[in-house]
């Protein structure tokens, strides 16, 4: 993954016992890869410390199109992360490009889309030009 050399698009990790430490080197190497579009990592060990590492390499990484963790040990606060991460991977994409996350429930996909969804809201406005009276020259 590191390499970027492989051509690799697609890798699919299912029921592979991946817990939050090997989620975490996964992580490490998404930050920097520049070709993988789809990640499966179905059916593993991975917590919510792996998904935070996922999520902030998710803010980073512009070419996964699909991580799919159902079968985790995902809770809520991992959820969550997940879902903030893909908002500003949009964000920085101008909405181009953003990951589909497939969580382990239908509760936890409403955290994700919940959190996407405020962290859009939080995100400030451009400031326009000041309006209001001009200045008067003495």
Known sequence: ???NDSGLIELNLISSSIDDAKARELADALRVNTTLQRLGLRDSKIGDTGARALADALRVNGTLQTLDLRGNNIRPEGA?????AVQAQALREAGNTTTEVI????????VFNNAAT????QQPEE???ASGPSPTKP
């Open 1 to 3: 993954l590191r390499d």
């Open 103 to 110: 969580l382990p429930s239908d509760e936890l996909q409403r």
């Open 127 to 129: 400031v326009g030009p």
């Open 80 to 84: 969550r992360a997940l879902g903030e």
């Open 118 to 121: 405020s962290a859009q809201q």
